[in-house]
């Protein structure tokens, strides 16, 4: 997906297994001051399933993203990584700095060792134990992997309130993919990019949702260790910030690419 007109950003969407879909409508108004490019990572959404996940790895999915804004004749853009879409901008932004006019990385980490889950989690008991059947146990099926996202979505929203039919519509929307989701997951046994962050040297704005279900450690390990790195916390919003505050979202984007030089 391409609309609108003026500074390329380029939104990864998380997962692994899920798709762009969740990103939009939310994000479409600001197309009328960007050029909004969303995709489906390899072996997910529309894009190309692999003959062995093995060949999805954090070089390969950077890597794509060069090789596709190349093949759109963009040179310099703004990369947004949300969730496991942060892990993947985080490390093109050390494979490819001079791709990136700015990098924003929403609700995101850069190691394992910052997940720790909300206290108390809230929702309800079953949805508190489906998210420990997810995280502890590779999805089955793409029809697996909807169902038990499907259930323990709310739990990532603020107060585990999700906004009304948001849910269901971006479901119906989403091609799940239980083999990048169960790739995703053994990818992230040796994610760690801590030490190589003061090394990012292009504008950085990181952000997460006050109510977000993962508090990440120190929610401000990002900002402290890249260079210049803006903080914001979006006050009524979990996992979801442009879902859950849009207007506010936009406005926020809005001034961190009006803020980039020329």
């Known amino acids: 997906m391409s609309v609108g007109k003026g500074i390329p950003v380029v939104f990864l969407h998380g997962g692994l297994g899920l798709s762009h879909e969740y990103f939009r409508p939310f994000i479409d108004p600001l197309a009328d001051s960007a050029r909004l490019i969303c995709y489906d990572q390899l072996g997910q959404g529309k894009s190309d399933r692999p003959t062995s996940y093995d060949e999805l790895s954090f070089e390969r999915l950077s890597s794509d993203c060069d090789a596709l804004t190349r093949a759109l004749g963009i040179e310099k853009f703004v990369l947004v990584g949300h969730s496991y879409g942060g892990f993947v901008a985080l490390d093109f932004a050390l494979r490819f700095p001079h791709r990136l006019a700015g990098l924003v990385l929403s609700c995101t980490a850069p190691d394992i060792a910052s997940f720790v889950q909300r206290n108390p989690l809230g929702g309800t008991p079953a949805q508190q134990a489906a998210l420990g059947q997810l995280l502890l146990a590779p999805a089955s099926s793409d029809e697996d992997l909807r169902k038990k996202w499907t259930e323990v979505a709310p739990l ?52 997460y949702g006050a109510g977000d279900i993962w508090r990440f450690g120190d929610d401000e390990k990002l900002a402290k260790n890249i260079p210049g790195a803006t903080l914001k916390y979006f006050a009524n919003s979990g996992h979801w910030p442009f879902q859950e505050e849009p207007a506010e979202f936009i406005r926020y984007m809005r001034s961190f690419t009006g803020s980039l030089p020329g």
């Open 156 to 207: 990532y929203y603020n107060n585990a309130n999700p906004p009304a039919g948001v849910i269901a519509d971006v479901d119906q929307r989403t091609i799940y993919s239980a083999g990048a989701f169960n790739r995703g997951n053994q990818l992230l046994a040796s994610y760690n990019l801590v030490s190589r962050l003061p090394s990012i040297n292009v504008p950085t704005a990181v952000h």
